[in-house]
């Protein structure tokens, strides 16, 4: 089946620093979407990608979707410590309407 | 508020005991979706509505698992003879009608622990 690499798993930063995310797949994707997740709630949704190339920005964050449809990234600028969390990535394949998500990425920020 | 809610949001369960979740969507969204997350992992898909018609479930959803939208507005997952494996969080999302309906929105889940 499809399959959602992301990475990095884990990330230590310092409260200001910039922070880059990648999510890759074998299989093309027609939709990328990212996700937070915080401890014991849904995810919530931060940006949605439709075409490939695509750069979309929310506040702080700016998303893109490769231009193989293969992969996204996600960037996030001048980290606060509200940005801690488990970020995911995740896409639609052609015809389907089910999420397939990856592993996510912890971001811990140092005050 | 207006977003998707879920009932319960605990629930504690001993092995073979039947559990029902119920999932309230956001209002007017006709796409409501069931997933299963355990810990460390993605959110993984176990069914989908379009309306009341289900409309793919997953080969996790097993035949000790049921979903339901009879009015095609709240939905409801039931778990039959429940067993330690199915200790996670059950997540339930929907999504719009109208274009573009790939945005899925999740409610706060329900957290399972079967002892």
């Known amino acids: 089946g499809q399959q959602l690499n992301q990475s990095p798993q884990s990330m230590f930063i310092q409260e200001g620093e910039d922070v880059s995310m990648n999510c890759t797949s074998s299989?093309?994707?027609?939709?990328w979407l990212w996700y937070k997740q915080d401890p014991g709630e849904g995810p919530v949704l931060l940006i949605a990608?439709?075409?490939?190339?695509e750069l979309t920005s929310n506040g702080r964050l700016t998303a893109q979707f490769g231009t193989t449809r293969k992969d996204s990234f996600l960037n996030i600028s001048a980290s606060i410590p509200s940005d801690v969390g488990i970020y995911f990535c995740a896409g639609t394949i052609q015809g389907a309407q089910k999420l397939v998500f990856g592993q996510g990425t912890r971001l811990t920020i140092n005050p | 508020d207006t977003g998707v809610s879920q009932d319960p949001r605990h629930k504690i369960t001993k092995r073979g005991q039947n559990v029902t979740f119920r999932c309230d969507p956001i209002s007017e969204h006709n796409r409501l979706y069931w997933y299963r997350q355990t810990l460390g992992q993605g959110p993984e898909f176990l069914t989908y509505?379009?309306?009341?018609?289900?409309?793919?479930k997953s080969r996790l959803l097993s035949d000790r698992f049921s979903a339901e939208r009879p009015k095609g507005s709240f939905s409801t997952l039931e778990i039959q003879r429940t067993e330690q494996g199915d200790s996670a969080m059950y997540l339930c999302a929907s999504s719009p009608k109208t274009e573009p309906n790939y945005e899925q929105y999740f409610g706060p889940g329900t957290r399972l622990t079967v002892t």
């Open positions: 299989s093309i994707f027609n939709t």
């Open positions: 990608l439709y075409k490939a190339g």
């Open positions: 509505f379009q309306n009341e018609a289900q409309l793919e």
